[in-house]
């Protein structure tokens, strides 16, 4: 199916440990977004790209590192997770902006112990 | 600081009732307002979405009304159905940056 993917879907980290969330999407969309999703906070955006080869900082980007090499990848790097790094990531990509269609992956549930 | 506010964090409605969700927000450059659902385990999908220089907008059972001096909206949900049960938000944007700007949610759960 056609659509936005997140690898992985679950993952636990133990603090200090490294990784990265992948997101693919085959709709060819320009801009793709990283969000995190926390209880009583809504999502909140922590990088996004607005085309291959360009990354910019959200609302919450520190701990966090992102890279766009190729048009259908964006990927988010932690680079020593830590406990308040527990959340639920989402990616989503849009054509151009918000104001046309959006799509979000189904999310990844991330644990830092 | 969140830039749109969202209340109630829950609510409970009877099937068949109406369920009403309300968003604030403070920066009048904001001039898209979309509102997303979203069921466990899955990512938002878009729901309704409205603009400015509208004051209500309905699409079925889902309808945005809008209040521009009063910097606030909000969605009504008619006809509530256990279907329906979900997590809604609503969000802003400026629609020349990129920039979705997310309320906290809202828990919807109608009883059947």
């Known amino acids: 199916n056609a659509g936005v993917t997140q690898t992985p879907k679950f993952r636990v980290l133990k603090t200090g440990q490294s990784m990265t969330l992948l997101c693919a999407q085959d709709?060819?969309?320009?801009?793709m977004y990283w969000y995190r999703q926390d209880p009583g906070m809504g999502l909140r955006l922590i990088h996004y790209?607005?085309?291959?080869?360009?990354?910019a900082k959200g609302e919450v980007p520190d701990g966090y590192n992102v890279s766009r090499l190729k048009k259908q990848n964006f990927l988010l790097g932690l680079e020593s997770a830590a406990p308040s790094q527990t959340s639920v990531y989402f990616c989503a990509s849009t054509p151009q902006g918000w104001n046309t269609e959006a799509f979000f992956g189904q999310g990844t549930r991330l644990t830092v112990v | 600081q969140q830039q749109v506010k969202q209340s109630p964090q829950s609510l409970i409605v009877q099937k068949g009732g109406i369920s009403i969700i309300n968003c604030a927000y403070e920066n009048t450059a904001f001039d898209y307002f979309p509102w997303y659902q979203q069921f466990p385990g899955k990512g938002p999908a878009l729901l309704i979405a409205?603009?400015?220089?509208?004051s209500e907008k309905k699409e079925g059972r889902f309808t945005i009304s809008f209040n521009k001096s009063a910097k606030q909206f909000s969605l009504h949900i008619m006809d509530s159905q256990p279907g329906d049960s979900a997590t809604y938000f609503c969000?802003?944007?400026?629609?020349?940056?990129?920039?979705?700007?997310f309320g906290a949610g809202t828990t919807v759960t109608v009883r059947a």
């Open positions: 709709m060819n969309h320009e801009y």
């Open positions: 409205i603009r400015p220089d509208v």
């Open positions: 969000a802003a944007l400026i629609v020349n940056d990129y920039k979705l700007s």
């Open positions: 790209s607005v085309g291959e080869g360009t990354t």
